[in-house]
């Protein structure tokens, strides 16, 4: 038995989630994506008790986590920040609002901010061209976003009680 | 629609217009009918998209047909104090003809929909996608009905052969004959497949169809059921699209209380289930082989066809994966026959295509017109021109895997064979316009960027030969290519094509090919004149101080970020182009317009 660093509530979690599967592999990648949701990312740990009750090797899960760029084993931040470099925001200017984000935020595509509260990552295309160049937070969609509209962004992500 | 109700209020409720306030415009609607006891008289329905994103939110009213648009939550109670209470139309809320300056009220009239055919999206933006009643009152599960009552499995693959439909997925296979291969090998089980991994940057039909009309993909999967024997349907379909599948969940547990899923649908002893799949972003997985290692819980990679999915598929078992503007069409053929279907369009390719318009193109939106309807129409009336004047220079169709279409390309009537023979693809119906301003080099770049990150690296020419193409490209755009650099792209381009497993590398080197096809031209000032034409590739840009203007006020240096421009106080500046990274800020900051691009 590999010794865990999780709690022991984390690895019942988990357990839960298999077992809604069936603990089938087959099913591995909805597992995951539920997995996600509950802890935010897919830490070793987390792969490591997947694997045992799909009863599939910890390569596997980790396979398939490092293939799919919808799963990360980093830690998001608390609202995660995702400007979409699809074709139609990409001519529309929305590598000039990525720089934007990447030069106030003073990280790169794929890390959090120091207190965790943003992460910045690009994905290709929500399927809202119309409002194009679109940026999300969370599950927000702010579209026709300008250069200047960037701080306002942030800006109304400002906490006035620290979590 | 409910006839007890005098007046409808139709809200898109898309994920675009979603973004742009309409669900609060839709309750503000409702508060205000409340507030003036219209509740029972007019009914307020949010429905898929109208296709007309770039001016949404939109309210569509019937029976009167009136097109509200680019509405404000704010706008509801004028919308219910003038047009529903007094039917008056409320002018500064209608579209107006960019061209003409003209006001048009009647959507039928407005150049985006005048050539417009809809099979596909026949029920997007009419009907309210939560609400099966509303399909079924628009002729919705009378295609299954037939076929299972009237109809014999291979009458049904007979129709659709004959009404010569091809996958709208990208490949452009005719479906009936896809649906034959599939029903004739044997097995105990086997499965239905829909593909809703919607990849293709700057292409959102699949996730309209969903959003707007699901259930019309739920009834042709048991149509192809039905015909190909298969008990159970899967619904492979992107996590980026939460709307889409909140909206497609509610439809599959909809049909399931109405008994046109589950056991003995309509009677017979016909079988059916349909269950949803995560895709987890991978570009790779709209191919089909890796589609199905996707849904088997394993890492997206493509497989060497044959065995193709019909014969070895999901789990070993029989496969047919269709996309889900395909299947959205084949209610439409069952119930108004192959002979119609076939009517439509070209000679190779039947039917209408939706195509996802976006770009610097005015009326950024999805469009439906029949196979054969010239670039020149779509971009230009329906698309309703270039973005602020500017002229045009390319169309990319096909996203990554497809190419740039030039002027002399407008008259082309797109169909899935004359878009080949141009050097581009139909793909799954993208359209990506361009201006004078993007540089081709530039957008080469863009794509091979895309594919090398998505490239799934289990074949070398893909993994290996795609990023090689994108180091090229980068050392041209950055203004240090050289004369071999481009025999070498394109022979490379040609190597990639021609060696790599599946359709993803076979076609990645597309955009390259095309663009020095097509632009040369840019390719050659690129490297031999050593600037870009387009002036979007920032390495090229020097920055030069005009002496006769320049006070010496010294703001420029200040602002520099690397201290590129040196002078003293009231003396004339000068930038070092070896420091200089091309930024700009000089430029914006000087007030003497004093400061100039070569």
Redesign the interface.
């Given at each position: 038995m590999i010794p865990m660093k999780i709690s022991e509530t984390s690895v019942a979690k988990i357990e839960e989630i298999c077992r809604e599967f069936d603990n089938d592999?087959?099913?591995?990648?909805?597992v995951?994506?539920k997995a996600q949701n509950a802890f935010g990312y897919l830490p070793e740990e987390v792969q490591k008790v997947v694997a045992q009750n799909l009863n599939t090797s910890l390569a596997?899960v980790y396979?398939?986590v490092s293939?799919?760029?919808?799963?990360t084993m980093v830690p998001k931040g608390r609202y995660p920040i995702n400007i979409c470099?699809?074709?139609?925001c990409?001519?529309?200017g929305a590598e000039r609002v990525l720089n934007e984000f990447k030069g106030l935020l003073k990280i790169k595509v794929g890390e959090t901010t120091k207190d965790d509260k943003f992460s910045l990552s690009s994905?290709?295309?929500?399927?809202?061209?119309?409002?194009?160049p679109?940026v999300l937070v969370g599950?927000k969609?702010?579209?026709r976003v300008t250069l200047d509209n960037v701080q306002e962004i942030l800006d109304e992500y400002k906490e006035t009680v620290p979590v | 629609m409910d006839t007890k109700y005098r007046m409808h209020l139709l809200v898109c409720g898309g994920?675009?217009c979603?973004?742009?306030k309409s669900s609060q415009l839709i309750q503000l609607l409702k508060e205000e009918l409340e507030a003036n006891g219209l509740e029972k008289e007019v009914q307020v329905i949010s429905t898929g998209c109208f296709g007309f994103?770039?001016k949404?939110p939109i309210v569509k009213v019937l029976p009167d047909n009136t097109f509200y648009t680019q509405l404000k939550p704010e706008d509801a109670k004028e919308i219910v104090a003038e047009h529903v209470i007094k039917g008056r139309y409320i002018e500064r809320l209608l579209y107006v003809n960019p061209e003409t300056q003209e006001i048009i009220r009647d959507a039928k009239n407005m150049g985006f929909y005048r050539k417009q055919m809809r099979i596909a999206l026949r029920n997007c933006g009419f009907i309210n996608p939560e609400n099966i009643d509303e399909y079924i009152a628009r002729n919705g599960y009378s295609a299954i009905a037939k076929c299972l009552t009237e109809m014999t499995p291979s009458e049904v693959i007979d129709e659709v052969k004959k009404s010569g439909m091809r996958g709208r997925g990208g490949g452009g296979f005719p479906t009936g004959l896809k649906w034959e291969i599939t029903s004739k090998s044997i097995s105990d089980q086997k499965y239905v497949v829909c593909n809703a991994d919607?990849?293709?940057?700057?292409?959102?039909m699949d996730?309209?169809v969903l959003e707007g009309d699901p259930h019309s993909v739920i009834e042709a999967m048991a149509i192809c059921g039905y015909c190909i024997g298969a008990n159970k349907g899967i619904v492979y379909i992107r996590?980026?699209?939460?709307l889409a599948i909140k909206r497609l969940k509610i439809a599959l547990q909809q049909a399931k209380e109405y008994g046109l899923l589950g056991e003995n649908i309509f009677g017979t002893d016909f079988e059916f289930t349909i269950d949803i799949?995560?895709?987890?972003?991978?570009?790779v997985c709209g191919e089909e082989t890796a589609l199905i290692h996707?849904?088997?819980?394993?890492?997206?990679e493509p497989t060497i066809k044959p065995p193709f999915p019909s014969v070895s598929g999901y789990?070993t078992q029989p496969t047919n994966v269709n996309n889900v503007e395909t299947f959205a069409s084949i209610p439409v053929i069952i119930l108004k026959g192959s002979e119609w279907f076939a009517s439509i369009g070209t000679e190779y390719s039947k039917g209408t295509k939706v195509f996802?318009l976006?770009?610097?193109i005015n009326n950024?939106?999805l469009i439906e017109v029949p196979m054969g309807t010239t670039l020149r129409e779509v971009i230009f009336e329906i698309g309703g021109g270039i973005k602020d004047g500017k002229k045009f220079k390319a169309v990319?169709t096909g996203?990554p895997s497809g190419g740039c279409l030039t002027e002399k390309h407008l008259d082309l009537p797109i169909d899935f064979d004359s878009l080949t023979a141009a050097g581009s693809m139909m793909g799954s119906g993208?359209m990506?316009v361009?201006d004078e301003d993007?540089c081709m080099v530039a957008m080469a770049k863009?794509?091979l960027e895309?594919t090398v990150e998505e490239s799934?690296g289990k074949c070398a020419p893909c993994r290996i030969g795609n990023k090689r193409l994108h180091e090229m490209l980068t050392k041209l755009c950055e203004a240090n290519g050289v004369e071999e650099d481009l025999d070498l792209l394109r022979n490379l381009s040609v190597v990639v094509k021609d060696t790599s497993l599946c359709g993803l590398g076979q076609t990645s080197p597309n955009p390259i090919l095309s663009t020095m096809e097509n632009f040369y031209e840019e390719y050659h000032a690129h490297v031999f004149d050593h600037k870009c034409p387009s002036g979007q590739c920032q390495s090229f840009r020097r920055y030069y101080i005009d002496a006769e203007h320049c006070i010496g006020c010294m703001v420029c240096a200040r602002n520099c970020p690397t201290n590129a421009i040196t002078g003293v106080k009231k003396q004339v500046h000068i930038i070092n182009q070896l420091i200089c990274i091309k930024c700009g800020v000089c430029m914006e900051k000087c007030k003497f317009d004093s400061i100039y691009l070569n």
């Open positions: 592999k087959g099913e591995l990648i909805n995951l994506h596997q396979g398939v293939f799919y760029s919808f799963f470099m699809g074709t139609a990409y001519v529309r994905l290709r295309c929500v399927g809202a061209c119309g409002l194009a679109v599950e969609v702010y579209g | 994920t675009g979603i973004a742009s994103c770039e949404g919607e990849g293709d940057p700057g292409a959102f996730r309209s996590a980026e699209y939460p799949k995560y895709g987890a972003g991978a570009f996707s849904m088997e819980g394993l890492r997206g789990l996802a976006a770009g610097k950024v939106g990319q996203g993208g990506i361009m993007d863009f794509y895309f799934c």
